[in-house]
């Protein structure tokens, strides 16, 4: 494709579900990366991807949340027992090489996600 | 932490005046990259300019970089409504750290 796809676009789940968000990357982009953003604050980072493995995985709030990238294309990334506080848009990025080269991060639309 | 941080938080001015944003860090890098978000989703990146570049254009944008103060400039000049957006800088070093973001710039241009 010619951007990142990220879907859905929009999530409403109810406190306590289990969500999964997809991104796909642009084809060929090595390094993947996953961020949530709260109304007027920066991109948080969460999780990081070097191929299938993750790299840094540091930014992950807690163990109700993982990601996988098992072919190193298309990645999940997955809420258990879904809270209010998980409410945000949450960005999937992909870059053609690592983060230290500087080559450019290339965003998605982002996934709202609503927690009832 | 590779986080870069923005000054102002917000800025507002009239259409076809010049806005800069500044951008500090507090650990060596190896290059520094501006992104601009409209409306909260998708960020796009600007421009990136390397340790050892200064100055560096594109179309309306003037990027500068002060190693000695780490610190970066961003200059839109003859801004457009269009441009209002936040803006946000993000270094990397030589290793394989993700990029960190920091809160940004919102920059309101008014017509």
């Known amino acids: 494709g010619a951007g990142v796809s990220q879907t859905p676009s929009n999530k409403v789940t109810e406190k306590g579900k289990y969500v999964e968000l997809r991104c796909d990357p642009i084809?060929?982009?090595?390094?993947l990366y996953w961020y949530r953003q709260s109304l007027g604050q920066g991109p948080e980072f969460l999780i990081y991807?070097?191929?299938?493995?993750?790299?840094?995985d540091s930014g992950l709030p807690n163990d109700r949340f993982f990601a996988v990238r098992p072919e190193g294309s298309v990645s999940t990334l997955k809420i258990q027992r879904t809270e209010r506080g998980d409410s945000a848009v949450y960005l999937c990025?992909?870059?053609?090489?690592?983060?230290?080269?500087?080559?450019?991060?290339?965003f998605g639309n982002g996934t709202r996600l609503t927690v009832t | 932490s590779q986080q870069g941080e923005e000054d102002p938080q917000a800025l507002s001015i009239q259409e076809g005046e010049n806005a800069t944003m500044n951008c500090s860090y507090k650990?060596?890098?190896?290059?520094l990259q501006w992104y601009r978000q409209n409306s909260g989703r998708g960020l796009v990146h600007l421009i990136l300019?390397?340790?050892?570049?200064r100055e560096k254009h594109s179309g309306r944008l003037r990027v500068t970089l002060d190693t000695s103060k780490k610190s970066s400039s961003l200059l839109i000049t003859a801004s457009r409504a269009a441009d209002t957006a936040s803006y946000f800088c993000?270094?990397?070093?030589?290793?394989?750290?993700?990029?960190?973001f920091g809160k940004g710039t919102r920059l309101s241009v008014i017509a």
């Open positions: 990025a992909s870059s053609l090489r690592p983060p230290g080269s500087g080559s450019p991060l290339h």
């Open positions: 084809s060929g982009h090595t390094a």
């Open positions: 991807f070097q191929g299938t493995g993750a790299a840094d």
């Open positions: 650990t060596s890098i190896n290059n």
């Open positions: 300019i390397r340790s050892n570049e």
């Open positions: 993000v270094t990397s070093g030589s290793g394989n750290t993700p990029l960190v």
